[in-house]
């Protein structure tokens, strides 16, 4: 149960008035949603302000180099049975997004954060949680982001002496090694796609052998723990053995797996698996991700992917008749600069979709392409990809500020 419910301190109700006065001066100038100036300006006014509206929550933290947003939707609706959830739902996961989520929760009895990689240790150490969700790690934004053992190493530093209940992904090995400081581990069979980043052992660095689904160590020992809970095609498996149906509108295996974290997370909480399984099923988008829209009477489906490991996922979506598809690379800010990443990406799945390209780095991007031996055509923009495009429902891919561009366009 949540614990001390004592009311805010004079300062921290101040900061938490100016963050949203922020905010809604932010959101008048047409500048976002303002989450993230607002919790600037509150964190500014009150540095504990995080820890002070965490106080009286069940925090659950979520974090991942993907599937970090969706999942922290689903654990969101499945908490939603057993009490009021405040949660960031639009993805500003970092302690400035996380503080302005939490200032609009004062009467909610869980928190079900998603927290950037690079942040997890110090939100983890501002807001005590009950509970940790690690889902996986991968290359991702190369010019800025920590190579990714480095990063599992501050996690498992960070995650030494914690009190939280970590729910963590038995299948990647990176997510293991982080996780096994820990006391309290629930292990879950969620899958790994994308192994290029763990072929070496975390540990010792050794070579790791993977057996069909299995994973080891030679030189050290290190080796895939036993999981408790474990996808196994359509169905979530419980620590009893009992097999609960995943019914999602969320497309593909990465959501399933997402799905299974989630209902080992809702159990933690009291929630059965058959509940929070059900209540996941009205989840039909994450910020736009995974939507439908109608633009330029063409229907277009929105995927989001940031790095190799996302596009895999996105790549095996995309099944039946060859439909045209839409790539759109920008490299801001927000995606990191550096978009070496392109050549990491298997491209040729695509062969015989007709392939349309657009984004600020659409060279970048048609390089890679032409060395795969595809065939595409480079556009100035959607509406130029779209009008050229064979019939049939458009797949539309994209890295994170180009999915806000077209998101923009679409009107969505």
């Known amino acids: 149960m949540a614990g001390n419910t004592e009311p805010l301190s004079p300062r921290a109700k101040l900061a938490v008035t100016a963050g949203k006065a922020a905010a809604a001066v932010s959101r008048a100038a047409g500048r976002g949603s303002g989450s993230v100036i607002g919790g600037r300006v509150a964190l500014k006014l009150d540095p504990d302000l995080l820890a002070s509206l965490a106080r009286h929550l069940d925090v659950i933290l979520v974090s991942a180099t993907n599937g970090k947003t969706t999942t922290t939707r689903l654990i969101a609706e499945a908490l939603r049975a057993s009490g009021p959830v405040v949660s960031n739902a639009l993805g500003a996961n970092m302690p400035a997004g996380i503080t ?33 969700a690690l889902l996986n790690l991968s290359r991702d934004q190369l010019d800025r982001a920590a190579e990714t053992r480095m990063l599992a190493e501050r996690w498992r530093e960070g995650l030494t002496g914690s009190k939280a209940l970590i729910i963590a992904n038995a299948d990647d090995p990176l997510i293991v090694w982080a996780a096994s400081s820990s006391a309290n581990v629930v292990w879950v069979a969620a899958g790994q ?46 620590p009893h053995g009992s097999a609960w149906p995943i019914k999602l509108q969320l497309p593909g295996r ?26 996941m099923f009205s989840v039909q988008a994450v910020a736009g991700r995974y939507d439908v829209v109608s633009f330029m009477e063409r229907e277009l489906r929105l995927l989001l992917a940031k790095n190799p490991a996302g596009w895999l996922e996105t790549f095996s979506l995309i099944d039946g008749p060859p439909a045209p598809v839409i790539m759109s690379v920008n490299a801001r800010g927000a995606d990191g600069t550096d978009t070496s ?16 390209v657009l984004g600020d780095r659409r060279l970048d991007l048609a390089v890679r392409l032409e060395v795969a031996g595809l065939d595409f055509q480079v556009c100035e923009s959607l509406d130029e990809a779209v009008r050229v495009a064979p019939a049939g429902r458009i797949e539309v891919i994209a890295n994170y500020t180009a999915f806000q561009d077209l998101r923009r366009r679409v009107g969505n």
Request: a negative charge; one cysteine or more.
């Open 100 to 132: 302005s989520a939490l200032a609009g929760g004062s009467d909610a009895k869980y928190g079900v954060i998603e927290v950037d990689e690079k942040y997890l240790a110090g939100v983890a150490r501002d807001v005590t949680p009950k509970a940790i």
């Open 193 to 238: 796609e994308w192994k290029d980043d763990a072929w070496s052992c975390p540990s010792c660095g050794g070579v790791m052998q993977r057996p069909g689904d299995d994973w080891f160590c030679a030189e050290c020992g290190f080796r895939r723990p036993t999981p408790s809970w474990a996808l196994s095609g359509d169905h979530v498996l419980d």
């Open 254 to 279: 990465a959501n399933k797996a997402n799905a299974t974290t989630s209902a080992a997370v809702a159990a933690a909480f009291g929630v059965p698996p058959q509940v929070a399984l059900e209540r």
């Open 341 to 356: 990443w392109l050549w990491d990406v298997d491209y040729t799945r695509l062969a015989g979709h007709p392939i349309y």
